[in-house]
């Protein structure tokens, strides 16, 4: 296995486990990488530092993670499901029509209100540069899924 940093166009950082670096090169290829932070399909190896490994495994000669990492990683987790479901409680789904209606609502054609929906990255990159605030989020499966 190896692990790359990789970056979107936007500058957002994180990192993804690969078979091995062929398997990278033919995801990348095929356009199946993805932002988890904003959805950005433009994704690139970013410049990383060697990681050194002191013989102290978590089995399959990957390193263990600390449980500091993986309480984190769950904290962030928790809090990126909690986002998506006070979204979908408080917020209007629009789905693909949601470039349409913010628009709208930014004219001031519609109710101002919450909305959420479905936006290519493009589509947001357009609503922004109108002056439309946009926060795409990740669309996490619940963790029984």
């Known amino acids: ?12 950082e994180f990192e993804a486990w690969f078979r091995d670096s062929a398997a990278y090169e033919e995801q990348a290829r095929a356009g199946r990488l ?4 904003c959805g950005d399909r433009d994704i690139r ?3 990383m530092a060697p990681a050194v490994h002191g013989g102290r495994d978590g089995g399959e000669g990957l390193p263990a993670p600390s449980e500091r990492r993986r309480a984190h990683l769950a904290r962030v987790l928790h809090a990126v499901r909690a986002l998506q479901r006070y979204v979908e409680t408080h917020f209007e789904d629009v789905g693909e029509r949601f470039p349409e209606e913010a628009r709208r609502i930014h004219r001031g ?3 101002a209100r919450g909305i959420y929906g479905r936006a290519s990255r493009e589509e947001v990159r357009e609503l922004r540069e109108e002056g439309i605030e946009v926060l795409p989020l990740p669309r996490l499966p619940e963790p029984d899924a």
């Open 1 to 12: 296995m190896i692990r790359y940093t990789l970056a979107c166009a936007a500058g957002h």
């Open 34 to 37: 993805e932002c988890p932070l």
């Open 45 to 47: 190896k970013a410049p």
């Open 109 to 111: 054609e519609a109710e």
